[in-house]
């Protein structure tokens, strides 16, 4: 019998902010270590994706609303492919492949999501997922795509239940007391479902003065007071990151950097793991400026953060359930190490907020809002941003997927309105890796971010090795840094 089910207000959310210059589509890669059987892989992705009901539902929308229902005519043909990238094959193309498919739209007619084959990469296999954001978000993107693999390369491909989203945050993310901010969650829905009626029995005129139906927030506390600020902060730094995007993309990532390494460096210079990886993007946004002739004094740029917001107690499922942070990075600090302990000081002061609960409570709102009244309210505060910056503790084990080892993981999150940069840090089985989605229109050459990245976060290491320090804490760093892989400055 079919099924269907009414699309909860925060994806619906996420469901229209999809444009043609920016769609609402994450987008997972994973690449695999050779031998790889293709036919194999193909089973257990169809096995084990097929456990969820999603991805067997599409969407439809009509007068009574939008709904999840039963795709009739599912053919998983339409959603598992194979591929072979353009010669030479390597990553100069695998980059260009994840960065088209990043531009295209999902089939509204079938279930929202596809995985590409890409054979004979490196000896092994890439797999490039697509998902609308609507479907799920990127912690549980993260549990679907580890829903697919083992501990060990002989497990079959039958299907299995999907595992725990738990345990994925930890020291290496951002930090946040999810449990104590779950209530907050669910007052600043409530906060935000007001918001919206006030606007409507009022007449405030949303459309054309959009601030007028916030003024009553201007002097409130709390949840009241953090919904007024979230949608009325000022502008950051005028940049070329800023501007119209064209819907061409860009994509490209790092080299893995060791992460005990990381951690090393930032238990010596007494900060996190999260604001070494947070000042070292901000380095890198530098010194891309200043090598175009941009001007960097006292420049800020302001990247909106998802932060999960499950509880240990939440079953695996799919769905939104995330609040996000307006986290400024002080690109116009010269001195790294300035620029490192002002980043852990604006991180500390934002642990202390409600803006991730709060920001929930407004996309739920906004599900129930008309799509207009959603436009502009999100036009107001996504014009405020630069960037959209994931941050994700993968597992810190080996896996293997279809009996072949997983060599790496990556996941970028999709940009909202006038938004042109994607910033994903993940890290898996030991090591840290950046990512970077850029609009062409904006930055063109996002390699020449990226390559910035491992340099920036040296300065941190060189200063570790060359200041005084005590003779426990040393020893640890400088071996951790000697027996690092990566190419090294002569």
């Keep these: 019998m079919a099924h269907s089910e009414r699309m909860d ?16 589509v994450i987008v997972g890669l994973l690449v695999l270590a050779g031998p790889v059987d293709v036919a194999r892989l193909e089973r257990t992705l169809a096995e084990r994706l097929l456990v ?4 067997r539902q599409r969407v439809e929308t009509g007068v009574t609303g939008t709904w999840w229902c039963d795709d009739p ?17 390597g990553r100069n193309e695998l980059e ?18 596809q995985y590409h084959i890409v054979e004979d990469y490196e000896g092994g296999v890439a797999l490039v997922n697509r998902l609308h954001h609507c479907i799920a978000d990127g912690i549980a993107l993260i549990g679907v795509m580890l829903s697919l693999t083992d501990e060990r390369p ?19 993310g951002l930090g946040f007391p999810v449990p104590q901010i779950l209530d907050l969650a669910r007052q600043a829905v409530g906060q935000g479902l007001h918001l919206y009626g006030q606007v409507l029995r009022t007449s405030l005129g949303l459309l054309s003065q959009p601030t007028r139906a916030l003024d009553y927030l201007r002097d409130g506390t709390g949840v009241a007071g953090e919904l007024g600020y979230i949608l009325l902060m000022p502008m950051d730094s005028p940049t070329r990151f800023k501007g119209k995007p064209s819907g061409d993309k860009r994509v490209a990532w790092t080299d893995p950097i060791p992460l005990p390494e990381v951690k090393a460096v930032s238990h010596a210079l007494d900060c996190s793991v999260n604001d070494m990886l947070l000042s070292s993007v901000a380095g890198s946004l530098r010194e891309y400026l200043k090598e175009h002739g941009d001007d960097t004094t006292g420049i800020e740029v302001r990247a909106l953060v998802p932060i999960n917001l499950r509880s240990g107690a939440d079953e695996p499922e799919l769905g939104n359930r995330f609040g996000m942070l307006a986290v400024e990075l002080p690109v116009g600090l010269e001195n790294p190490l300035d620029r490192l302990y002002e980043v852990r000081r604006r991180m500390r002061a934002l642990k202390q907020s409600y803006e991730p609960s709060v920001t929930l409570g407004l996309l739920a709102a906004l599900g129930y809002a008309p799509k207009v009244v959603q436009d502009r309210l ?27 080892e997983l060599k790496q993981i990556m996941c970028w999150g999709p940009q909202a309105h006038d938004i042109g940069m994607g910033v994903s840090i993940l890290s898996f089985n030991g090591r840290v890796q950046f990512g970077l989605i850029t609009d062409a229109a904006m930055v063109p050459d996002p390699q020449a971010i990226i ?38 400055r002569q």
């Design 378 to 404: 999100f036009d107001l505060l996504l014009s405020r941003a630069t960037a959209v910056m994931t941050n994700v503790p993968g597992p810190q084990q080996r896996l293997y997927l279809a009996g072949s």
């Design 451 to 488: 390559a910035r990245f491992r340099p920036e976060f040296e300065k941190l290491l060189y200063h570790v090795l060359m200041r005084s320090w005590d003779a426990v804490a040393a020893p640890a760093v400088v071996e951790v840094a000697l027996r690092a892989p990566g190419p090294r």
């Design 154 to 172: 002989g497990a079959s491909s039958r299907r299995r239940k999907p595992i725990a989203l738990t345990g994925l945050a930890d020291d290496e």
């Design 73 to 89: 005519d599912f053919d998983i043909a339409h959603h598992i492919k194979r591929i072979r990238l353009p010669a030479p094959g």
């Design 9 to 24: 207000p925060v994806d619906t959310t996420w469901l229209r902010l999809d444009r043609p210059t920016n769609r609402m």
């Design 52 to 55: 969820y009901r999603r991805f």
């Design 96 to 113: 260009r492949f994840v960065a088209d498919l990043a531009a295209q739209p999902l089939d509204p007619l079938h279930p929202l999501w």
